[in-house]
């Protein structure tokens, strides 16, 4: 009878002993797929970002090739850097398109400009007007070196 216990017990031991194997296992395996999980969200915010900066320079070349207006690209590529969270180092690098952009970004566009009086858009039109003027050869040199701007990320 003790043999036999013995046997059971041995049974029951090998048998736990074969769970806690497979379960250790499939702990392994969640933890690798959580690992490559966030390894290809890494990848894509990444790709993603850089798909968003080449958007950067493809506007400011579109600027440089009178593509764009001035302010348009200015508000363009300023909140695309906003939305990258990059606006505070790059207005050091660029800081025409953030001093032109600081002079437009309140002004309202599409429906709501539209909405506007007349001598309203007259006056948001002459500020926006006289910033390019004054800012138009450093907008153009912050666009070139926009293009050529190797951006670390």
């Known amino acids: 009878m ?3 216990v013995i046997a059971l017990a041995v049974i029951v031991i090998v048998l736990l002993a074969c769970y806690a ?3 250790l296992l499939k702990v392994k395996k ?4 959580a690992i490559e999980a966030n390894q290809q969200r890494l990848d894509e915010g990444k790709a993603k970002k850089q798909q968003i900066l080449d958007d950067i320079k493809y506007i400011a070349a579109a600027m440089l090739e009178e593509r764009c207006e001035p302010s348009e690209g200015v508000m363009r590529i300023a909140k695309l850097f906003e939305a990258l969270s990059m606006s505070e180092q790059m207005t050091a690098e660029f800081p025409h398109i953030f ?3 600081d002079c437009i970004k309140a002004h309202p566009i599409k429906e709501a400009r539209k909405s506007l009086e007349k001598q309203q858009r007259m ?3 002459l500020a926006r007007m006289k910033s390019e003027a004054r800012l138009e050869q450093g907008l153009i040199d912050d666009a ?4 050529q701007f190797h951006f670390i990320h």
Do not use: F, M
């Not at 969640?30 to 797929?33: I, L, S, V, Y």
């Not at 070139?144 to 293009?147: D, G, L, R, S």
């Open 21 to 23: 194997g497979y379960l």
């Open 30 to 33: 969640q933890q690798q797929e």
């Open 123 to 125: 006056k948001l039109d």
């Open 2 to 4: 003790s043999s036999l």
């Open 144 to 147: 070139q070196k926009i293009t």
């Open 99 to 101: 001093e032109h952009y």
